[in-house]
């Protein structure tokens, strides 16, 4: 597909597994941007560094690969060790940093230039891709937010409960929604889909539903 397409939202709101699914459905590259900033954060706590030169510093000296939903720092998948509680709590920290963003954000915008991708965030539709085709705002209650990623934690094996998810996730918000940099917005232009009670595969439909009437095509 010659075009892009920007899906922002808080945590937990549906994007990934959306994106993906929408992404695999038009044959387009999927890019979850979130696990660039935990990537980084992974890194600044492998080094112990936490001054924004030295974290600066670290990225210049490495390779950050995205493959599907794979992540690689220097060919070492870190897919798993992202989503650790650790890197959780602390990438917000990270990712307010306007150094820090502004070298993912120029690597997001090389990883979009021959177009085809459906790339996930916070500022996708604001900053990165402000000239994305089609830019859609996922949000959902912050309690079904809350279960969707208790859940996802208790499958993957972590020991939580749903209150600390939950606080996690206000944190993350508050964080995400209030720093003076490229903030959690959704776009003027953006389509906003309240997931609270959708099914994946509801919100996918709708998703496409606009494409199809907007390139006019039968898929
Ligand atoms: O989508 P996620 O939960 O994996 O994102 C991890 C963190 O990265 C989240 O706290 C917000 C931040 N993020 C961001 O600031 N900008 C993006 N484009 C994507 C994620």
Redesign the pocket.
Known sequence: MNFNIAIDGP?GAG??TVAKIVADTLNMTYI????M??AITLLSIRHNKSDINDIVELIKQIEIKIEGKRVYIDNEDVSDDIRSIEVTNE??RI?KIPEIRHVMIQLQREMAKNKGVVM?????GTI?LPDAKYKFFLTADVRERAIRRYREMIRKGHDVTLEQVEKDIEY?DF??KNRDYSP?KAAEDAVIIDTTNKTIQQVVEEIIDVIKRGEGIVL
């Open positions: 945590a994007k990934s979850d941007t979130g696990a900033y935990r990438v917000s990712a996930d965030g916070r500022d996708i990165v993350r964080q995400d959690l």
